[in-house]
T-cell receptor, first 117, second 114 residues
């Protein structure tokens, strides 16, 4: 079965540079979520999109932005990178519209590891 | 979303059942209990979820108390590959969109020993 695809898997950037992470959801899934997991931390919700519109926002820095495109893939853009942005970034997707309550299960990708030097 | 409380860690012997407890005493009537696990630095993996009734799938069983204030995830025959952090998450299911995220807490580290 198709899974959530994230790219790149590893990314190394310098401070103050910009990085873009991409997420390709499971086909037919209409909702995308982004999470950040720092070293030794638990995954923290950043932002989500439903049908290409932002649906929820968590602790996402102002330096970060994201969007969902017409083909439902999503990109997380991070600017003015700081050392503290070094983390695993997970994307998840789910099918929300028309799904019975309780069946809206999030499927996560393998993650993108960002290292800021 | 209601908060959950889990022990920090536990271990069990390979081949034995692993019973992972979770307290969610402030859970609301329309909130589900979800379990995910994360094997070292991999993406979180869905295990099972339930509302009121006990649930079972090919991975695990979920036992929810009658008052819904606590639950137990049961891995019937733990293997070394089950070593992971297990997250018990309470989540409102209100499609579409808003408030459908998962909020991860601390989780419990399960170590399966040979």
């Amino acid at each position: 079965a198709a899974g959530v695809i994230q790219s790149p898997r590893h990314l190394i950037k310098e401070k103050r540079e910009t990085a873009t992470l991409k997420c390709y959801p499971i086909p037919r899934h209409d909702t995308v979520y982004w999470y950040q997991q720092g070293p030794g931390q638990d995954p923290q919700f950043l932002i989500s999109f439903y049908e290409k519109m932002q649906s929820d926002k968590g602790s996402i820095p102002d330096r970060f932005s994201a969007q969902q495109f017409s083909d439902y893939h999503s990109e997380l853009n991070m600017s003015s990178l700081e050392l503290g942005d070094s983390a695993l970034y997970f994307c998840a997707s789910s099918l929300t519209q028309g799904v019975p309550s309780g069946a809206n299960v999030l499927t996560f990708g393998a993650g993108s590891r960002l290292t800021v030097l | 979303d209601a908060k959950t409380t889990q022990p920090t860690s536990m271990d069990c012997a390979e081949g034995r059942a692993a019973n992972l407890p979770c307290n969610h005493s402030t859970i609301s009537g329309n909130e589900y209990v979800y379990w995910y696990r994360q094997i070292h630095s991999q993406g979180p993996q869905y295990i099972i979820h339930g509302l009121k009734n006990n649930e079972t799938n090919e991975m695990a069983s979920l036992i929810i108390t009658e008052d819904r204030k606590s639950s137990t995830l049961i891995l019937p025959h733990a293997t070394l590959r089950d070593t992971a952090v297990y997250y018990c998450i309470v989540r409102v299911d209100t499609p579409p969109g808003a408030n459908s995220k998962l909020t991860f807490g601390k989780g419990i580290t399960l170590s399966v020993r040979p």
